[in-house]
């Protein structure tokens, strides 16, 4: 197995403990209701520091990889993204025709949308690399 | 209409320097040996500053390792 996709296992399982991990804290923060200036700087802090790590991580990881794989990141990093987009697109319209124009929703329902979202696209990008390497083993066959 | 077709030497060059394997050709070339065995196969067209260390490794030019085959079909010329 190579390094790309080793990555592309360790970032399947990690988008998935890590949305885990973020729906136990959506729903405790629902429970406390949450809100205030405090609590936003919190969740600032803890969302620069998340997502400083996890940049530097995937840009040092990046940099370690040949030419062929980091065009096969980039080709499933593109296919995740659009893969985001459509479903951001797709799930918000489906809860606008479900509860209708002029209802209501409960505010959670965006952060877990946007959970969502991202679990979808960290999957489809993780299966897009091993479905590519796959490809390829199966020419070779 | 024209059909680009890249053909490359790699595997009949790695044969004759001294039966190098295509782990070895990829640590001298810094890539994996998955992106040699898809250049062998023709499946992955090199860039070209990995195309260079390829045929310097073997030491040739670069139109020894990588041919162009560009076909045009005349259309009235």
């Known amino acids: 197995m190579t390094k790309l996709q080793k990555r592309a296992w360790f970032e399947l399982v990690g988008v998935v403990a890590a949305v885990a991990v973020g729906a136990i804290g959506l729903a405790v923060l ?62 918000s319209f489906c809860v606008f025709f479900i509860v209708g124009g002029k209802s209501l929703i409960p505010v959670y329902v965006l952060p877990a949308m946007f959970l969502l979202g991202l679990f979808i696209a960290q999957f489809v990008q993780s299966t897009a690399i091993l479905i590519q390497f796959a490809w390829e083993q199966a020419d070779e066959q | 209409m024209s059909s680009d077709r890249l053909s490359n030497q790699v595997r009949r060059l790695r044969f004759e320097h001294g039966q190098m394997t295509q782990q070895q050709l990829a640590d001298k070339v810094g890539v994996t040996r998955q992106t040699i065995i898809a250049i062998e196969a023709g499946k992955y067209a090199p860039s070209l500053p990995l195309a260079f260390r390829i045929a310097h490794a073997f030491n040739g030019t670069i139109e020894d390792v990588f041919q162009y085959d560009n076909e045009h079909e005349e259309s009235g010329d």
Do not use: M, P
């Not at chain 1, 969302?47 to 980091?70: H, M, N, P, Q, Y």
């Not at chain 1, 499933?76 to 987009?85: E, K, S, T």
């Open chain 1, 30 to 91: 629902v429970r406390l209701n949450a809100n205030g200036i405090f609590n936003i700087v919190i969740f600032s802090v803890t969302f620069l520091v998340t997502g400083l790590v996890a940049a530097v991580s995937s840009i040092r990881f990046f940099s370690s990889f040949d030419e062929r794989e980091k065009k096969i990141y980039i080709r499933a990093f593109v296919i995740a993204a659009g893969a985001f987009a459509a479903f951001t697109c797709f799930i």
